[in-house]
């Protein structure tokens, strides 16, 4: 059965630096999103993102961020001048096409640690 | 703004028992999509069951049923005849008929007891 991807699994950053976490969606999807879980807390959307285009975010979701399709499998999430509270479990999502009725299937997420 | 709640931060039950979850959830729209996912030790979430608010058939997907009361705004997931695998995180999820922003509640950690 096909299964989003992420990369890395855990990744460890200082403070100030920059990441990119890398998904994988599944091959024939059309949307992507992003979610983060911050140690303890809930599930929170960040961004959904349609024919390279961001279609919706969240308040959370600030010029800090910024994501990108770079070719025809990857999806990324960067985020510039890593802070101590951007530590969170980044989760990313893809669904099939538009539409509410179509399921979001979930990676297993990168740990994203910053020191 | 769509507000989710799980007021059950843990539950357990025994194997072969029914346990189910609460969630409640707030919001000003009449067209929306409910959610339970669950999500094992492996951290991967995977969607156990879905509900259109406009229909008033209570979803089923095998031993997972849905208690939904769109004047109550709740929405509880019974789980039935409960296997060890059923051990996870269980979140309730709302989403708006017209966009991808899905809220989450907090989340009920299930034990199941063998």
């Known amino acids: 059965e096909p299964e989003v991807t992420q990369t890395p699994s855990h990744q460890v950053t200082q403070m100030g630096q920059e990441v990119i976490l890398r998904c994988v969606p599944i091959s024939n999807h059309l949307y992507f999103y992003w979610y983060r879980q911050i140690l303890g807390q809930k599930v929170e959307f960040l961004v959904s993102?349609?024919?390279?285009?961001?279609?919706?975010k969240s308040e959370i979701f600030d010029d800090q961020f910024s994501v990108e399709r770079p070719d025809g499998s990857n999806f990324t999430l960067k985020i510039r001048s890593t802070k101590l509270e951007d530590s969170a479990m980044y989760f990313c999502?893809?669904?099939?096409?538009?539409?509410?009725?179509?399921?979001?299937?979930f990676g297993p997420g990168t740990r994203l640690t910053v020191t | 703004a769509q507000t989710v709640t799980q007021s059950q931060p843990e539950m357990s039950v025994q194997e072969a028992e029914t346990v189910t979850l609460s969630c409640t959830y707030d919001t000003s729209e009449s067209d929306y999509y409910l959610f339970w996912y669950k999500q094992p030790p492996s951290r991967q979430m995977i969607l156990v069951i879905r509900?259109?608010?406009?229909?008033?058939q209570n979803a089923t997907e095998n031993r997972f049923s849905v208690n939904f009361q769109k004047a109550a705004k709740s929405f509880s997931l019974k789980i039935s005849d409960s296997q060890l695998g059923d051990a996870a995180m269980y979140f309730c999820?709302?989403?708006?008929?017209?966009?991808?922003?899905?809220?989450f509640g907090a989340g009920t950690r299930l034990t199941v007891k063998p």
């Open positions: 999820a709302y989403r708006p008929y017209n966009n991808n922003d899905m809220r």
């Open positions: 509900q259109e608010a406009y229909k008033q």
């Open positions: 993102f349609y024919n390279n285009e961001i279609s919706e």
């Open positions: 999502a893809s669904s099939e096409a538009a539409g509410q009725r179509y399921e979001q299937y």
